[in-house]
């Protein structure tokens, strides 16, 4: 906690954009690799800081948002089916550079959820559960670091909210029953969403509750600058212990091919915000935060930050989470046993490139 919240606010004083969560990132990456001793963050305090998150993306949408959400649901299927498509031809490319086996890459570049497409990456036949682990890791740490920096950078948004803190400039609306309503139901929604075994349950869980209360017409109090603070050290701090830089130094054909993969990505979800900004007129900072290759926790803070549309930014990463979830896995089940992709398979590697 000392070392996550000492990067916190060195980033800080540097002016880093999203520092609470990117300071402590790199605090423990680096504290990771010169201590001696193991560091320890339990997944419970992740969880307890993805619960606050998840009420601040959930009173953004209203029910001018539902039917916004509703006007564009093809343009959500359309950049969903876009990335994945794009994805797998950026996989065959890689594959056929570093002669890592095609499949575990496939499975490693999909964009969705982290913990959901490594439990998926130890079903499926075939596929290397550790490649695949690096590569979702390597996005997620790309995407959590690169996009920040270019959608806040002065190119994209000249500044603007690089400074401001998550639910800063907003007066609190304190009032101690609709706190008790809220409270009660953004935690029952988090524990319920893990009872039916929801996606990343403690942000989705109470982004569904709130927004039910909102809906409804109830009111939501803005939170304390500070509780959100926390809650990203605590999502920092966790992202941080993902990756492990000794097991990098022991794979680096494989960190490379994962940072490679992870860019194409981020490019190709830059260069389809010009295309949704084209046909919804959405602004283009909230495009491409709403597209970004990355969680929707993370990309949800971004946006806050940025002062992008909160709405559309959940909707797209909500959808997209989903899709993958249900449409995804039988989907690469039938994939891998088809000719023509064992075929591909088959091909040889150039450049010298071994199978792993």
């Not at 997620?140 to 806040?152: D, K, Q, R, S, Y």
């Not at 701090?237 to 490379?256: D, N, Q, S």
Request: aromatic share 10%; charged share 10%.
């Amino acid at each position: 906690m000392a070392i996550a919240s000492f990067g916190g606010w060195m980033f800080a004083l540097l002016g880093v954009p999203l520092h609470w969560v990117l300071g402590p990132a790199a605090a423990i990456l680096t504290a990771g690799r010169f201590l001696k001793g193991t560091l320890y963050w339990p997944i419970s305090i992740r969880n307890a800081g993805l619960i606050p998150i998840g009420y601040t993306l959930g009173t953004s949408m209203t029910a001018e948002t539902l039917m916004e959400m509703g006007r564009q649901l093809p343009a959500m299927l359309l950049a969903t089916v876009l990335i994945l498509l794009f994805s797998f031809l950026v996989s065959c490319l890689v594959a056929r550079w570093t002669g890592i086996p095609l499949r575990s890459i496939v499975t490693g570049s999909i964009p969705g959820g982290l913990s959901q497409m490594l439990v998926l990456g130890e079903e499926l036949d075939g596929v290397d559960a550790t490649i695949v682990t690096f590569f979702q890791v390597m996005r997620l740490m790309g995407v959590v670091f690169l996009v920040p920096l270019i959608a806040l950078g002065p190119f994209f948004s000249g500044g603007a909210g690089a400074g401001a803190g998550f639910g800063s400039g907003q007066e609190p609306d304190w009032s101690v029953g609709l706190v008790l309503l809220y409270l009660v139901v953004t935690v029952a929604s988090a524990f319920i969403g893990r009872r039916i075994k929801l996606p990343t349950a403690y942000l989705l869980g109470p982004i569904i509750g709130t927004s039910a209360l909102v809906i409804a017409g109830a009111p939501a109090p803005h939170l304390p600058a500070l509780l959100l603070d926390v809650a990203q050290i605590a999502m920092g701090a966790y992202l941080g212990l993902m990756l492990k830089p000794a097991r990098i130094a022991e794979k680096g054909r494989v960190m490379l091919a994962a940072v490679a993969t992870g860019l194409a990505l981020i490019l190709f979800s830059m260069a389809s915000a010009f295309v949704l900004t084209a046909l919804h007129g959405v602004p283009y900072l909230t495009a491409f935060i709403a597209l970004a290759p990355g969680g929707m926790d993370q990309m949800g803070i971004l946006a806050q930050e940025a002062t992008a549309d909160l709405a559309i930014v959940t909707s797209y990463q909500m959808f997209r989470i989903f899709f993958i979830l249900f449409v995804v896995p039988p989907a690469l089940k039938k994939l891998f046993s088809a000719r023509w992709f064992q075929r591909i398979e088959r091909q040889p590697a150039r450049h010298g490139g071994r199978s792993i």
